[in-house]
């Protein structure tokens, strides 16, 4: 099942004669014929419709390559793939109950790694002070804006270790 956008349509066209122009290339279900509200009473190709067909994909590109760009009743037409109608959409989501899939945040980094305690789910932490250490997450503090940061310890060329935040991660959390 498609949807066209056939645009460019003359003043007086009727659904007959869209039907008889389109039902070699499949079944079709419903047409939609619109005019756009303009204050030139007298303008042409003010006139659209919508076309739902039961098409084949091979059918599909031969109706483009035939009606797209060529002239009919002395308007050229153009011809899109439309979106589905509003209407049955929200018909469809009402009768399964308006299911939303839970939206998975995967990382974003090769580096960056899922804090190893599981009972910390979020990574903004309001209220907590920057520099705090996170309990149950090894190396892990509050940044500025309460956003929980890795520590990245580097040797340094003395043996002593030196730390800092990785801020690439960022814009990232």
């Given amino acids: 099942m498609k949807r066209l956008f056939v645009g460019g349509l003359f003043p007086g066209v009727t659904e007959d004669d869209i039907i008889e122009r389109f039902k070699r290339f499949g079944e079709i279900t419903g ?10 009473t007298a303008s042409l190709g003010n ?10 994909d091979e059918n599909l590109s031969k109706c483009f390559s035939l009606y797209n760009k060529t002239k009919w009743k002395g308007l050229s037409l153009r011809i899109q793939l439309a979106k589905e109608d509003f209407l ?9 109950g308006f299911a939303v899939k839970p939206k998975i945040k995967k ?32 190396d892990w503090v509050v ?30 959390l």
């Fill in 88 to 96: 049955k959409r929200l018909i469809k989501e009402r009768e399964n």
């Fill in 107 to 138: 990382p974003k980094g090769k580096h960056q790694e899922p804090l190893k305690n599981p009972k910390i789910q979020d990574f903004v932490m309001q209220g907590a002070v920057p520099g705090t250490l996170i309990e149950g997450g090894k």
């Fill in 47 to 56: 006139t659209f419709a919508y076309i739902d067909l039961n098409i084949t």
């Fill in 143 to 172: 940044g500025k804006y309460g956003r929980v940061l890795p520590i990245v310890h580097i040797p340094s060329k003395h043996g002593k270790k030196v730390s800092f935040l990785k801020v690439k991660l960022l814009s990232s």
């Fill in 31 to 40: 047409v939609e014929i619109k005019k756009k509200k303009t204050t030139d």
